[in-house]
């Protein structure tokens, strides 16, 4: 079964931004997490991981006339909380997905201190047999 993980990031969060850390601290979370994503790979149930970039560098697309792509490049609507990045693995089971999340949500932070930051954790539904 795949899972998407995914890591979110917003005012209400109890994490620190990134760029207020030490440096130290954040060469010590990256290490963490490709250590991280290294063991998936290893185990055979990483699919893909990407981090994301800032809400601020994103586009909102809608279908304008005649189907042309009508871009939205901000300001957007103040949101509580943006994607950073993601994971697709592929386990035998919810609850090893939801290990994995747990891992992740334990990355270091400034002073090397758990984050605790939230992961959700989403099934990726697949259709039935001869569909895509």
Known sequence: ?????????GPQS????MDTWAPGDVEAHIAFMRDLDAKL???GEMVEA?????PDQAL?????AGGAPAVLDGPFP??????????????????RAVEIAAAIS???GPDG??????IEVRQIMVGPPGDL
């Open 60 to 64: 909102i697309v809608r279908a304008g």
């Open 113 to 118: 201190a758990p984050l605790a930051m939230p």
């Open 41 to 43: 790979n290893a185990d």
């Open 106 to 108: 334990a990355a270091p």
């Open 14 to 17: 109890t994490v620190p931004p």
């Open 50 to 54: 990407q981090g994301l970039a800032e």
């Open 78 to 95: 103040e949101t509580k909380e943006f994607l950073f990045g993601y994971w697709i693995v592929d386990v035998d089971t919810r609850d």
């Open 1 to 9: 079964m795949k899972y998407m993980l995914l890591m979110q990031f």
